[in-house]
């Protein structure tokens, strides 16, 4: 049998930090927004946002998951901040680079309504207030994001990207993260028991976090 590796298509405040505590729970090695000091034995990742690695070797070897051997998960892949502004789950080149050299990948997409997102993006430390609209950001373009109302579109538009390019792919899974079944369809999905599901992360970020 292959080994389960998991990536998460998923755009911020949609599930993803729930996503990674039920992962965990499950026993599975989880890379979530950023490598933090002990989760990774080697040197070189440790405080790296997952997007820069990500992209990093991507263009290095060809295969974006190379320094993340570690993982059985990569969860929060993207990554804004005055310097940068890293969106690995709109690429469809990077995911295709995934499913190349990981043929037994499993994606999933956390969704959520997107009006919900748009204002849990807003009131989410500078997220949807600042960062967003200052960035470059695939479907978002600079300048764009200063309402609820164009969040909604680029949420609903990453949603119907992936829609697409995995219509009708065995190793995709949507789930909506409100869905009371959503536990049972990730579970009988991955094929590994989730005996944690709950609510994570609806505090105060830490700063520049993106979740």
């Not at 599930?15 to 990774?40: E, N």
């Not at 890293?86 to 997409?109: E, N």
């Not at 967003?132 to 949603?159: C, K, M, T, V």
Request: proline share 7%; hydrophobic share 35%; with cysteine.
């Amino acid at each position: 049998m292959s080994r389960l590796r998991i990536v998460n298509l998923a755009l911020p405040k949609t599930g993803t930090t729930t996503l990674t505590d039920a992962l965990r729970h499950a026993g599975l090695t989880v890379a979530d927004w950023k490598i933090r000091p002990g989760q990774s034995t080697r040197s070189d990742i440790p405080r790296m946002h997952l997007g820069k690695i990500i992209y990093e070797d991507y263009f290095a070897s060809g295969d974006p998951l190379s320094r993340l051997g570690e993982f059985d998960a990569i969860n929060e892949m993207s990554a804004v901040r005055e310097d940068r502004s890293l969106w690995p789950q709109t690429d469809w080149a990077l995911l295709q680079a995934i499913q190349t050299h990981h043929p037994g990948v499993k994606f999933v997409l956390t969704t959520r309504d997107p009006a919900k997102t748009a204002d849990s993006m807003m009131r989410w430390n500078n997220l949807g207030k600042r960062r967003l609209p200052q960035a470059d950001i695939p479907g978002l373009p600079r300048g764009f994001g200063r309402s609820e109302n164009e969040l909604e579109h680029w949420l609903s538009g990453h949603y119907a990207f992936c829609r697409h390019v995995f219509a009708g792919a065995e190793n995709f899974l949507e789930y909506d993260i409100e869905d009371d079944d959503a536990p049972q369809k990730l579970s009988s999905y991955l094929g590994i028991d989730l005996p944690w599901w709950g609510k994570s992360n609806q505090g105060t970020p830490a700063p520049g976090e993106v979740t």
